[in-house]
């Protein structure tokens, strides 16, 4: 059964926050000493981070900082989920406007909701938030993928998948949306604070059909568990928001795991890496964009619409990769298919989608 793209929207909070405002937040905040304000403002350099967008004012992070000074680690848990209840759903429900509108479908067409999130629970949640919204049937029915990271739109796509197989005339809504700058890092982590320079918040959807038209059809997905890599990358739920942490060693083992999986992946398609037009690649960071470069032989310009969309907004976490695709859709006079949907999340895992 073929899953085709027929519609995708993606949404941005109207707030923005600047590299020099989030330096300027971290080094008040976070850092205790001038070596640390020095190694910071690399980072802060290196990011391959212009801009980002927020759902609340920056400034707030100095309110948060302040809560709970004895743990020094700013607001809690509660506080970061309340405030998710309350912008996430609408930030989901216009990335989906979008998307129906470009399938031209109404919402009383939509059989299956796919809903996915790794920066904030509450339930009910985004997906009634929708059922409402958007007037979709009660009978609709719900999968919520939560806490697979960066890649979660990918798990997302093989739901879609899966759900179109099973329910041949089903019409499925899919919307990632992630509010990353909740979990703003508020004390010293070398292998932490990264995150305050590169994450930020966003929403995209998709409208999937079981037909061979629209944007593009989505062939296979393929999943890989790279050895020895469990404390590479991990995304926990902690007393003051979620900690992620990410290890130096993160593009080393891309480096060298990457392309057996995909040649031998692709391979099963008959397609070789230079039969793949666009690689929309997550844009985990400027080393981790660096180190698929190289593991898959690209030219420096193949992987420059994932910069782009680092550089402007930031890694909004699982909705990025479908801003990517966005942007070379709306430019593409012509087909460059097939294309390749690559993320990394913790574990540390490859997920893919092949789209022809």
Known sequence: MNCAIV??????????????????????VVCEDERQRRLVAVLYRRSGVRNRHIVV?????????????ESGRGAGTALRMQTFAQHAPPL???????????????????????????????S???????????????????VQVGFMGCHGAINGIRVAQGLLAANPGATVLLCAVELCSLHYR??????????????????????????????????????????????????????????MRLSAEIPGSIEQHL????????????????DVGDWIVHPGGPKI????????????????????????CGNMSSPTVLFILQR????????????????????????AVLLM
């Open 124 to 142: 009910p949640g985004i997906d009634a938030h929708l059922i409402d919204a958007l007037d979709l049937p009660p009978t609709v029915e719900r």
């Open 186 to 243: 508020m004390n010293w982590d070398e292998e932490a604070i990264v995150g305050n320079a590169l994450f930020a918040d966003g929403a995209a959807a998709l409208v999937l059909r079981g037909s061979e038209g629209g944007h593009a059809v989505v062939r296979d997905t393929a999943s890989c568990w790279i050895p020895d890599s469990a404390e590479q990358m991990s995304w926990q739920v902690g007393d003051h928001g979620f900690d």
């Open 92 to 122: 989901a429900e216009s990335a989906c406007r979008q998307a129906l509108e470009q399938a031209g479908a109404g919402g009383g067409e939509i059989t299956h909701l796919v809903t996915i999130s790794c920066t904030g629970f509450v």
């Open 259 to 274: 392309a057996p999986f995909i040649e031998r992946w692709i391979g099963e398609h008959g397609l070789s890496l230079s």
């Open 7 to 28: 519609g995708l929207g993606t949404a941005l909070p109207r707030l923005t926050i600047s590299q020099q405002e989030s330096l300027t937040l971290t080094q008040d």
């Open 289 to 312: 964009l660096d180190a698929a470069e190289h593991a898959l032989a690209l030219s420096s310009d193949r992987l420059e619409p994932s910069r782009e969309v680092l550089r402007e």
């Open 57 to 69: 004012p920056w400034q707030t992070g100095y309110e948060w900082s302040r809560m709970n000074p």
């Open 328 to 351: 070379l859709l709306d430019r593409s006079s012509e087909s460059k298919r097939p294309r390749v949907i690559l993320g990394f999340g913790p574990g540390l895992v490859a997920e």
